[in-house]
């Protein structure tokens, strides 16, 4: 069984959602014996924000000598996730959406015949649905449904459509919130997603 990590955060050490992504990794790392693990750090090696190029050389076009790594890089990417059957994400929220770091990395998982197609009525069937997917969230404020800054939440919504879209039915969050508002509330809600990537259960 293999699980691909990745972290979004450019906080380093620093950062919640590193913390808790780290956490529910171990957990079933120590739960799933021969659970072979694959990092990814897209804050620190970013991937390039996708161009009429990288269009271009998806439709068949000869790309740029220039373009090549980052091509190579974004197939791997997609190669990793594939053949994942676990994937844990660290999201943090920055702006009230996701990094743009990792929406680099969903602009080269989310491909037409590889996560993804159209059947002959244009409805999408999504390809990726053998895979569980975590996500370690952390957010600065409150953005639950019953709160007034709940329309300003384009993380956990935007991920769970983005995962849905391909077929990732196994999805789950693990959130950290409030961690800007007090130290106190801050120190509460990491203990609360520790505990919750503990508890979690077995791959």
Same mark, same amino acid.
């Given at each position: ?71 190579? !890089?974004?197939?791997?990417? +997609? @190669?990793?996730? *594939? ?5 844990? /994400? =660290?999201?943090?929220?920055?702006? $009230? ?52 800054? !709940?329309?300003?939440?384009? +993380? @956990?919504?935007? *991920? ?5 879209? /391909? =077929?990732?039915?196994?999805?789950? $969050? ?26 979690l259960r077995?791959?």
């Amino acid at each position: 069984m293999k699980l691909l990590h990745i972290d979004s955060s450019v906080l380093g050490p620093h950062s919640v959602s590193r913390q808790v992504s780290a956490a529910i990794t171990d957990r079933l790392a120590k739960a799933t014996p021969g659970l072979a693990v694959t990092y990814r750090d897209v804050a620190t090696a970013p991937l390039g924000h996708l161009s009429g190029s990288h269009l271009a050389a998806a439709q068949g076009a000869a790309p740029d000598a220039a373009l090549q790594p980052d091509l190579a !890089a974004g197939q791997a990417v +997609l @190669e990793e996730f *594939l053949a994942a059957d676990i994937v844990v /994400i =660290g999201a943090p929220m920055y702006n $009230f959406s996701i990094p743009s770091q990792l929406k680099a990395w969903i602009d080269r998982i989310l491909v037409a015949g590889k996560t993804f197609k159209y059947n002959d009525k244009g409805v999408v069937e999504g390809l990726a649905g053998n895979k569980r997917v975590i996500v370690a969230i952390s957010r600065g404020g409150f953005y639950g449904a019953d709160t007034p800054m !709940a329309a300003g939440e384009h +993380l @956990e919504t935007y *991920l769970r459509w983005v995962f849905g879209f /391909i =077929g990732v039915t196994n999805l789950e $969050f693990i959130a950290a919130d409030g961690i800007m508002v007090g130290p106190e509330l801050r120190e509460k809600a990491v203990a609360g997603a520790l505990q919750a990537a503990t508890d979690l259960r077995a791959a």
